[in-house]
């Protein structure tokens, strides 16, 4: 007899309940929070995700919602907050409403529909080799090299690829992150401003 899938450890995304005024209705939303914390296997909560009708609510709603759910269940499991904006701008201000209320974390899978399991190479590749660039274990090194990356990715296509006759230049600004973390792997292994390490006392 086969065995049914049993998935542990999973991260769902709260609902949100309305009153007849469109306000949130918060002694059912934190039933609702309690309810899905006290689930077997659930390891967090999505809070202001789509589930939750995100797009509907307004700034200080969204703060609201992150600030009942941390309240509630903040204290027993990790609650992550969606950011949900058309703007980068205001993607910014939302990430920070987020750290101020103690979230554990922001959702960036939401921007690209569907989530799958490299999908955080790219930006992974792309902050070691900032970090590698400015010098392991040197912060200000690190952003030095984020920013001298984003300026070689924002021009480097057309300065370098554009008079070879590629189509669609832009498309390979991912492989500059790649040959830029090479060369410097391979000519300057310390960076920028040099690596910082720790010293241990006796």
């Not at 006290?38 to 709603?61: F, K, M, Q, Y």
């Amino acid at each position: 007899m086969r065995k049914g899938l049993f998935i542990h450890r999973i991260i769902p995304a709260n609902l949100m309940p309305f009153r007849a005024d469109l306000s949130i209705d918060e002694p059912s939303y934190r039933k609702h929070l309690r309810w899905l914390a006290d689930a077997p296997g659930v390891a967090g909560i999505v809070v202001n995700g789509h589930a939750a009708e995100v797009s509907s609510l307004s700034r200080e709603e969204r703060k609201r919602a992150l600030a009942v759910a941390h309240g509630e269940i903040g204290g027993r499991i990790p609650v992550v907050s969606g950011v949900y904006s058309d703007g980068t701008s205001e993607a910014i201000e939302l990430a920070r409403d987020a750290k101020a209320a103690g979230a554990a974390g922001v959702l960036y899978a939401i921007m690209f529909k569907q989530v799958h399991f490299f999908m955080g190479f790219i930006p992974g590749i792309k902050a070691f080799t900032a970090a590698v660039l400015g010098g392991i274990g040197n912060i200000p090194g690190a952003m030095i090299g984020g920013i001298f990356l984003g300026l070689i990715e924002s021009v480097g296509p057309s300065l370098f690829l554009d008079g070879l006759g590629i189509v669609a230049p832009y498309q390979l600004k991912d492989a500059i992150a790649f040959t830029v973390l090479v060369l410097v792997l391979i000519f300057r292994p310390t960076g920028i401003l040099g690596e910082r390490l720790a010293v241990k006392k006796a």
